[in-house]
Nanobody
Framework: VQLQASGGGTVQAGGSLRLSCAAS????????MAWFRQAPGKEREFIAG????????VYPDSVKGRFTIDRDNAKTTMWLQMDSLKPEDTAVYYC?????????????WGQGTQVTVSS
């Protein structure tokens, strides 16, 4: 499966941003899709996951209630709606996919998209 992330940019604290990840090349019902982020000097962090078939979602406490992951079957696109953004949300955001059910490691990655939250 091929992934392409887009939608990053600069936003003020408290604002919102919506990232998208276009997927192609395979039947997406087989996959778990996810978003990760990596800030300078920090490890990559899992921030949201969704099972394409069924729509089960998982979030870490750091973004729960502020970020929402969803997918559009017709457009084969995954979204990450980010609300109430904080400066600490600044990072490069990546979408990922794997055939396993919410794995700890993902096999397929899109390129990153930069999100900058100004205070």
């Amino acid at each position: 499966v091929q992934l392409q992330a887009s939608g990053g940019g600069t936003v003020q604290a408290g604002g919102s941003l919506r990232l998208s990840c276009a997927a192609s090349g395979d039947i997406l019902n087989k996959y778990t899709m996810a978003w990760f982020r990596q800030a300078p000097g920090k490890e990559r962090e899992f921030i949201a996951g969704i099972r394409w078939s069924g729509g089960n979602t998982v979030y870490p406490d750091s973004v729960k209630g502020r970020f929402t992951i969803d997918r559009d079957n017709a457009k084969t696109t995954m979204w990450l709606q980010m609300d109430s953004l904080k400066p600490e949300d600044t990072a490069v955001y990546y979408c990922a996919a794997d055939l396993a059910y919410f794995p700890t490691e993902y096999d397929y990655w899109g390129q990153g998209t930069q999100v900058t939250v100004s205070s």
